[in-house]
């Protein structure tokens, strides 16, 4: 049983610019969640997709997008970068929504 | 609301137990969850507890849950300095979103 992957591990953008990260959900998991971890904080919830729909969003503005794909993996994608995106990036994929989450190592993105 | 809180950091010595202790506001919650993070690497599922228990025991890891108090505390028996990690307890709400604490840090001294 493959577990969730993503890519890349870590990455270096400039304000302004736009990022896109990969995440490759655990073999059958059919949901994905993304979250945000900055530095000594909690992760904090941005969305979960469920067979390509998103279903769920936290409190975070709409230059953060997403999306999932047939095979359930899926894109976190952030325009007009600010230096507060700076933080570990987590995929986590799950059975079904309400299910137990599995993490990924994480992107860590720094934006200068 | 939601809000779940922990303690910063706890030390203790190898071999003792620990106690890492958490509360929590969402009294809807199903499940609560204990994961461990080590340096620069993602979240490990360590534990978790449905809400109608309870404890449960899995080898070293004892959880606890008040329901009454909304609090919850993760046990590790025989500490070792593998053990060295962020801990993080989660409760799920029904937006199917973990909502996580800030950490305790748990530093194992010898």
């Known amino acids: ?112 | 609301g939601e809000d779940v809180e922990q303690s910063l950091f706890l030390s203790v010595r190898e071999g003792d137990s620990s106690v890492i202790n958490c509360t929590y506001t969402d009294s809807s919650s199903t499940y609560l969850y204990w994961y461990k993070q080590e340096p620069g690497a993602g979240l490990q599922l360590l534990t978790y507890i449905f809400s109608n228990m309870d404890m449960k025991q899995d080898q070293r890891l004892t959880v606890l849950l008040n329901k009454k108090d909304k609090h919850l505390s993760l046990r590790i028996a025989d500490t070792q300095t593998g053990d060295s990690a962020i801990y993080f307890c989660a409760e799920i709400t029904i937006a199917s979103k973990l909502t996580f604490g800030t950490g305790t840090r748990l530093q194992v001294t010898l």
């Open chain 1, 1 to 112: 049983e493959t577990g969730v992957t993503q890519s890349p591990t870590h990455l270096i953008k400039t304000r302004g610019q736009q990022v896109t990260l990969r995440c490759s959900s655990q073999s059958g998991h059919n949901t994905v969640s993304w979250y945000q971890q900055a530095l000594g904080q909690g992760p904090q919830f941005i969305f979960q997709y469920y067979r390509e729909e998103e279903n769920g969003r936290g409190n975070f503005p709409p230059r953060f997008s997403g999306l999932q794909f047939p095979n359930y993996s899926s894109e976190l994608n952030v325009n007009a970068l600010e230096l507060d995106d700076s933080a570990l990036y987590l995929c986590a994929s799950s059975l079904a929504t309400n299910e137990k989450l599995f993490f990924g190592s994480g992107t860590q993105l720094s934006v200068l």
